[in-house]
């Protein structure tokens, strides 16, 4: 129903944040992630929600930036999973460090969310792995790293990812897992003169 809401903070607490939108205090129940990078009370600040209702209830859940959204939106899919479990895990780990997990089959880091099992990690995983790609975990890091201007100079963000997405595949090619050959690819610094082949040599450098 709503796509987002905007306002000013008026009260937060480790699960809930108070939007006042032209005089109208709206609940969203939020994260503990989201919770900890909201601005100070009183600044403006813009919400991304997911609707959720039934018969006894009406809850707007809401996130920081579309990344996590979307990745709620997929935890809510698997059996077992509802509003209040995705929620458990995206305060334990960002979107990025959620796929990170998928991708590596890490049911350990993700049932580290309060409510979240071993056997209900494992089922995230088996039924969302082929749900995720590495394209938006790379675009997903550029455009929180570049803000605005990430976003607008979405060109250049593209060949930069391209040429990540080249020195990761050939990681993976050697022998290492997807979530290891990320997490090297995206440690490099200045890869914006490097090409693909530069950048597999640095990344090699630090998984050796």
């Keep these: 129903m709503f796509a987002y809401i905007n306002g000013f903070l008026e009260d937060v607490t480790v699960d809930n944040a108070v939007i006042d939108v032209n005089g109208f205090g709206i609940n969203v129940r939020i994260s503990a992630d989201t919770a900890s990078k909201l601005?100070?009370?009183?600044?403006?600040?813009?919400?991304?929600?997911?609707?959720?209702?039934?018969e006894d209830a009406f809850l707007l859940y809401g996130f920081l930036s579309r990344s996590d959204l979307e990745m709620f939106k997929l935890c809510i899919t698997v059996s077992g999973i509802g509003p209040k479990g995705a929620l458990a895990i995206l305060s334990v780990m960002d979107a990025d460090s959620l796929r990170f997990a998928i991708m590596s089959g890490d049911a350990k880091a993700i049932s580290k969310a309060p409510g979240v099992g071993t056997r209900t990690a494992q089922r995230l995983i088996l039924e969302l792995k082929d749900k995720?790609?590495?394209?938006?975990?790379?675009?997903?890091?550029?455009?929180?790293?570049?803000?605005?201007?990430?976003?607008?100079?979405?060109?250049s963000l593209h060949i930069d990812s391209e040429k990540k997405k080249e020195a990761v595949e050939a990681l993976v090619a050697l022998g290492y897992g997807q979530a290891e050959s990320l997490k090297a690819v995206n440690a490099i610094e200045d890869v914006e003169a490097m090409d693909s082949g530069a950048i597999l040599k640095a990344a090699l450098k630090k998984l050796f």
Excluded: C, F, H
Excluded at 135 to 152: C, F, K, M, P, Q
């Design 132 to 155: 995720i790609s590495i394209d938006d975990t790379l675009i997903s890091r550029e455009i929180a790293a570049g803000g605005a201007e990430g976003i607008l100079t979405a060109g």
């Design 39 to 54: 601005p100070g009370i009183g600044e403006q600040v813009r919400l991304y929600t997911y609707t959720y209702v039934k």
